[in-house]
C-alpha cells in the first residue's frame, strides 16, 4: 500500500463509516455503461429479489487520474491551490469564486458555467487546479458509494444513486481537502470551484444514470450539511 493509498483508505473509511481500502491501480478501462465511474469503482453486490446490497462494499479502486493529483496535493507544502497576492504578499486561494461580467476588467477566467474572479489568470493554471478538484471530488464520490453499499441496506434508485454520490460527495469535499492539508479557507474554495465550474457541466452528461440533480442545492433534498451549515457545499 502507497501512502497516498492509505491516506485516501482512512478518508473513504470515515466517510463510508466502516473500513475502506483503496487501490490507486484501477485500470483507465472503466466505461459509464459499465455501472461504473469514469475515474473511479467501487464493486457492489446487490440481491435482484429484495434490491438490497448483498455484501458491503470495502475497495476503492481509483484510476491513476484520480491519485496522481491527490498524491501531489497531499505532498505539497505549498499547496498548488493557492497564489500569491502579489499586493498583500501573501498566499491565498487562487480561486475567489465572485462572479464577474465578461469583459469587466477584473481578473477573471470563463469556463462555459460563467466567469468568475480569480488570483491567478493562466488557463494552464486552472486546468490542473481542475485536477485536483476533480480528484478530491471522486475520492469522494467513491466514498459515498462504499456509504450506500451496506448489506441489507437497499439499494438507491437508479436516479438516484450517482445525484447522492456526487452531491454528498461535494459536501465532503471540504473535510477531504483538509484531511491532504489544505487550509480552511483553501478547503471551502476549492469545493465552491467545483460547484460552480464542474458541478454544472454533469447537467449535459446524458446516461442512464443521471448524475446532476436540480435537488443539490442548499436547502434542496440532496442537502447533507448539519441544520447550523452556513458554508455550501
Ligand atoms: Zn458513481
Not at 476588467?105 to 460563467?114: E, F
Not at 454528498?168 to 465552491?192: C, H, K, P
Amino acid at each position: 500500500m502507497t501512502p497516498i493509498e492509505a491516506t485516501a483508505a482512512r478518508i473513504a473509511s470515515r466517510i463510508a463509516g466502516h473500513p475502506v481500502s483503496v487501490s490507486c491501480e484501477g485500470v483507465p478501462r472503466f466505461r459509464l455503461t459499465d455501472g461504473a465511474d469514469a475515474l473511479g469503482l467501487v464493486h457492489t453486490l446487490v440481491d435482484v429479489d429484495t434490491g438490497t446490497y448483498a455484501a458491503t462494499a470495502t475497495v476503492i479502486e481509483l484510476t491513476s487520474q484520480v491519485c496522481g493529483p491527490l498524491q501531489r496535493f497531499a505532498q505539497a507544502a505549498q499547496k498548488p491551490t493557492r497564489c500569491l497576492d502579489s499586493q498583500r504578499q501573501t498566499n491565498v486561494p487562487c480561486f475567489l469564486g465572485t462572479p464577474v461580467a465578461r469583459g469587466s476588467g477584473t481578473p477573471a477566467v470563463c469556463w462555459d458555467t460563467g466567469c468568475y474572479s480569480v488570483v491567478a489568470s493562466r488557463h494552464s493554471y486552472w486546468s490542473a487546479y481542475s485536477r485536483y478538484s476533480l480528484a478530491i471530488l471522486v475520492l469522494a464520490h467513491e466514498a459515498i458509494h462504499t456509504q450506500q453499499a451496506v448489506v441489507g441496506r437497499p439499494r438507491p434508485g437508479p436516479e438516484l444513486v450517482e445525484t447522492q454520490a456526487d452531491c454528498s460527495g461535494m459536501q465532503w469535499m471540504r473535510w477531504v481537502a483538509e484531511q491532504l492539508g489544505a487550509s480552511t479557507n483553501d478547503a471551502q474554495t476549492i469545493a465552491n470551484f467545483f460547484w460552480r465550474v464542474q458541478y454544472p457541466r454533469a447537467a449535459s452528461v446524458h446516461t442512464s444514470r443521471p448524475y446532476w440533480s436540480a435537488d443539490c442545492r442548499p436547502g434542496g433534498k440532496l442537502d447533507i450539511r448539519s441544520a447550523d451549515a452556513t458554508a455550501w457545499p
